[in-house]
Antibody, heavy 119, light 106 residues
Framework: QVQLVQSGAEVKKPGASVKVSCKASGYTFSGYYIQWVRQAPGQGLEWMGW????????DSAQKFQGRVTMTSDTSSGTASMELNRLRSDDTAVYYC????????????WGQGTLVTVSP | DMQMTQSPSSLSASIGDRVTITCRASQSISSYLHWYQQKPGKAPQLLIFSASTLQSGVPSRFSGSGSGTDFTLTISSLQPDDFATYFC?????????FGQGTKLEI
């Protein structure tokens, strides 16, 4: 069955970087974009961007541009999201997801990775 | 960016009630509107995609309707497992924005 398994929780200091990985299995990894979404404590969902595993192309929301890098490794079936220059308001659960549908709805999600930014 | 306005932000209801949540887009998004359910500490789960198509495995008491800018999610008869937070999302254009969520409480 389809699984997206994310890396474990991280604690970082302001100004540092964090890299969250998402290992896919049970489907053709190169065939579908991987999306990244985050959720601050008690808040809503915020789309961060996507990476295309087959082309390595990526797109991100404007607020993250210049600070986020989304990559993929088709040999291992793993996507990664690196966020730089962390601030306290980057404290959130970060999810990877993908859509098997043409309308890009997210039908499969990872379990989430909590990133805490604290001095 | 496309703004998604969900209402209400919270809702108290009882088992067996019929509940409707609405989502309005700031511009037409055709039918690129999806609904998710999220329970505490868990990832969101897709309920309805393309405005009205029930995701596999989702009970038939959930339904969605609408197109253009106005959409609704209806739960025909609330069950205990339905108490959760619901989000709408548009994938008509990036950034793929979400509504702010509706917390459904007993």
């Amino acid at each position: 069955q389809v699984q997206l398994v994310q890396s474990g929780a991280e604690v970082k200091k302001p100004g540092a970087s964090v890299k969250v990985s998402c290992k896919a299995s049970g489907y053709t990894f190169s065939g579908y974009y991987i999306q990244w979404v985050r959720q601050a404590p008690g808040q809503g969902l915020e789309w961060m961007g996507w990476v295309n595993p087959i082309s390595a192309g990526a797109d991100s929301a404007q607020k993250f541009q210049g600070r986020v890098t989304m990559t993929s490794d088709t040999s291992s079936g793993t996507a990664s999201m690196e966020l730089n220059r962390l601030r306290s308001d980057d404290t959130a659960v970060y999810y990877c997801a993908y859509s098997s549908y043409s309308d890009s709805s997210f039908d499969y999600w990872g379990q989430g990775t909590l990133v805490t930014v604290s001095p | 960016d496309m703004q998604m306005t969900q209402s209400p932000s919270s809702l108290s209801a009882s088992i067996g009630d019929r509940v409707t949540i609405t989502c309005r887009a700031s511009q037409s998004i055709s039918s690129y509107l999806h609904w998710y359910q999220q329970k505490p500490g868990k990832a969101p789960q897709l309920l309805i995609f393309s405005a009205s198509t029930l995701q596999s495995g989702v009970p038939s008491r959930f339904s969605g309707s609408g197109s253009g800018t106005d959409f609704t999610l209806t739960i025909s008869s609330l069950q205990p497992d339905d108490f959760a937070t619901y989000f709408c999302q548009q994938t008509y254009s990036t950034p793929y924005t979400f509504g702010q969520g509706t917390k459904l409480e007993i």
